[in-house]
Structures are given as structure tokens and as C-alpha cells.
């Protein structure tokens, strides 16, 4: 199966001002599935591929969304210059591509007419690629013009240096260090095993059943080695 799709952005802008069109997304799976033992033992896998450009980014949104436009704001009072006025508007987001893959594997087995056991996995990678670009391009672009307003009041008592240092640079460096890797709030594996039987609908335990879960999921990746 081959799908595309795309989403509307809502209204969302860039950095300059300029609406984002919305992302655009492609998806690919296959698979097979088979029968044996009198349908006492089904099994499915299934592979996955999907891609998605131009996403919007909201964990990087709140460093550019108001900081780039302190600072900029604060360089043209204290140069006695215009600022852009289509610079970071309230509505700017910042955008993300995004790769997926993996795999899902279904298993179904039915020991008895009353005892059925049902296991499932799945695998994914879900990779992140030019995150926040416009804004970090602007960052580098920009920074060495910051740096010479470095001690001037920016927001409250904060300074041009202070705000960049605490509230852009950390947030960029994370967009810089995500870029190309996995995402890291995925897990790559996770799996569920349920089982139930049903007694036999003569004797003292007719009507009932008993039955049991358990999920597993795998640690997430908590950093990478520089």
C-alpha cells in the first residue's frame, strides 16, 4: 500500500513572516500473513516506511517565538534603528522533517477451542532532520551582531547576553544535536502478550474466564555520545 497526505499548517508562519504551506507526508507498507494448524497458529508482519517534510516543530517554537524578537527589539532601541516589523511574529513555529521505518509482527495462537494467546511487537526509528533550519541559520547569521549589545537589557533584568545564553542557545544546540538522529522519546521496541481461556460451559465455573497481560517497552534513548 501506497499512501500521501498533507496537513494544513492553520495559519502558521515563519521567521520573515511567510506562511508556512503545510506538510507533506508519503507512506509505504507491506506484508503477508499466514495460517497453519487449522488456523490454531496466524501469523502477520508487516513492513512500514513513512516520511513527512515541512512538520511543525513546537518544542523548538518558544526560543524563537519571543527571544529572537526581545533581542531584536532591544539592538534597534539601542542603535536607534527600525526593526524588521515581519520578524518572529506572535505566530511564528518552527518546522521538522520526519523519516520513519519499522517493522510490526502479529502472532495469534489458539492451543484449545477455549485458551487463546495473543502476541504483537513493533520496531521503529523515527529519524529528525532539519529541525528549526531557518532559525538556526538566522541565529548564525545574527550572533555576531548580539554579542556586541551583549550587556544591553533586553527583557525585564535580563540582558541580550543573558536571554541568548539561557533561553536560545540551549534550545538551538538541542535542534543542532537532534538533527539526523533518532527521536529520542521513541522507543525503538516494544511488545504486548494477552492470553485468556474460557471454562467449559457445563460445570461450577461456566460463564467464566481468567486471563493475564504483559507490555514491555524499551528504554529510550537518553543521549549520545559526542
Do not use: C
Not at 501506497?2 to 507498507?29: C, M, Q, W
Not at 521538522?96 to 487463546?116: H, L
Not at 540582558?159 to 538541542?174: A, R, S, V
Not at 527521536?183 to 461456566?206: H, S
Request: charged share 20%; no cysteine.
Amino acid at each position: 500500500n501506497e499512501s500521501n497526505s498533507f496537513s494544513a499548517s492553520g495559519g502558521a508562519v515563519d521567521l520573515y513572516n511567510n506562511i508556512i504551506p503545510g506538510s507533506t507526508g508519503k507512506g509505504r507498507d507491506f506484508g503477508f500473513g499466514t495460517r497453519l494448524f487449522g488456523d490454531r497458529l496466524n501469523l502477520r508482519v508487516t513492513r512500514y516506511e513513512t516520511s513527512q517534510i515541512g512538520a511543525l516543530s513546537p518544542n523548538f517554537r518558544a526560543a524563537v517565538r519571543f527571544n529572537f524578537q526581545y533581542i531584536e527589539d532591544a539592538i534597534a532601541t539601542a542603535a536607534g534603528t527600525p526593526r524588521d516589523p515581519n520578524l518572529a511574529p506572535p505566530e511564528v513555529w518552527t518546522t521538522q522533517d520526519i523519516d520513519a521505518k519499522g517493522w510490526e509482527f502479529e502472532a495469534v495462537i489458539n492451543p484449545t477451542k477455549r485458551w487463546r494467546i495473543a502476541w504483537n511487537a513493533a520496531q521503529q526509528k523515527a529519524i529528525q532532520s532539519n529541525i528549526a533550519l531557518q532559525a538556526r541559520d538566522y541565529l548564525t547569521q545574527r550572533l555576531p551582531l548580539w554579542q556586541r549589545y551583549f550587556d544591553v537589557t533586553a527583557f525585564g533584568v535580563q540582558t541580550i547576553q543573558q536571554l541568548y545564553e539561557t533561553g536560545i542557545k540551549p534550545t538551538m544546540d538541542l535542534a543542532a544535536a537532534s538533527d539526523g538522529v533518532a527521536n529520542a522519546i521513541v522507543a525503538e521496541w516494544r511488545w504486548n502478550l494477552i492470553t485468556n481461556y474460557d471454562f467449559a460451559k457445563e460445570g461450577p465455573l461456566r460463564g467464566f474466564s481468567v486471563g493475564g497481560a504483559i507490555r514491555w517497552v524499551g528504554a529510550p534513548v537518553i543521549g549520545y555520545q559526542n
